[in-house]
Antibody, heavy 122, light 110 residues
Framework: LQLQESGTGLLKPSETLSLTCTVS??????????WGWIRQSPGKGLEWIGS???????YYQPSLKSRVTISVDTSKNQFSLKMRSVTATDTAMYYC???????????????WGQGMLVTVSS | QSVLTQPPSVSAAPGQTVTISCSGS????????VSWYHQLPGTAPKLLIY???KRPSGIPDRFSGSKSGTSATLGITGLQTGDEADYYC???????????FGGGTNLTVL
């Protein structure tokens, strides 16, 4: 199972961040229980952004909920992240990851994509 | 300020054993499972332990996890220079309704 992020790496303040994660080597409908997005600001720790079940039902980090939308496209084996009104504080490495399985807890992440650096600068 | 507290750094000699602690509260570690990740420089995090003490396939048994009350511990035996990385714990927080992570611990193998 492999994941790969793609999208726009350079944004201006107030624009919308848009990233897609393509899942290969397995079905997005069955390989993991959920699919998640995590970010890491330069030199900082990990911050969960949100997660989605393959059929919908997203969960979001409360502090980001008003700006974030996560969606899934099972026909393309992809899930996506949109974050509106970005500022410099949203500059980070963005990772997509498989999350949990049906025989265990759902809030661990494996595997991870290689990450996509998103820079917000005027 | 992370919800889960980890020591900023630990160090030990090759071949030695090291433990990394992760302290939380009743709303997170105290009521949920803990996972552990390591992040080698310039790479994505990788899962080491899930559900407190389970190792994914391919993770050597040098890595172990445990949980007691509102704290969790990652143990690494037979330290190798390749183990030098940042280590993170994670879990679900019932009060925040969010996945939370520790601030990370940098392991140096002297």
């Amino acid at each position: 199972l492999q994941l790969q992020e793609s999208g726009t790496g350079l944004l201006k303040p107030s624009e919308t961040l848009s990233l897609t994660c393509t899942v290969s080597g397995g079905s997005i409908a069955s390989s993991r229980y959920y699919w998640g997005w995590i970010r890491q600001s330069p030199g900082k720790g990990l911050e969960w952004i949100g997660s989605i079940y393959y059929s919908g039902s997203p969960y979001y980090q409360p502090s980001l909920k008003s700006r974030v939308t996560i969606s899934v496209d099972t026909s393309k084996n992809q899930f996506s992240l949109k974050m509106r009104s970005v500022t410099a504080t949203d500059t980070a490495m963005y990772y997509c990851a498989g999350q949990g399985d049906r025989t265990s807890s759902w809030y661990w992440f494996d595997p991870w994509g290689q990450g996509m650096l998103v820079t917000v600068s005027s | 300020q992370s919800v889960l507290t980890q020591p900023p750094s630990v160090s030990a000699a090759p071949g030695q054993t090291v433990t990394i602690s992760c302290s939380g509260s009743s709303s997170n570690i105290g009521d949920n499972y803990v996972s552990w990740y390591h992040q080698l420089p310039g790479t994505a995090p990788k899962l080491l332990i899930y559900d407190n003490d389970k190792r994914p396939s391919g993770i050597p048994d040098r890595f172990s996890g445990s949980k007691s009350g509102t704290s969790a511990t990652l143990g690494i035996t037979g330290l190798q220079t390749g183990d030098e990385a940042d280590y993170y714990c994670g879990t679900w927080d019932n009060s925040l309704s969010a996945v939370v992570f520790g601030g990370g611990t940098n392991l140096t193998v002297l």
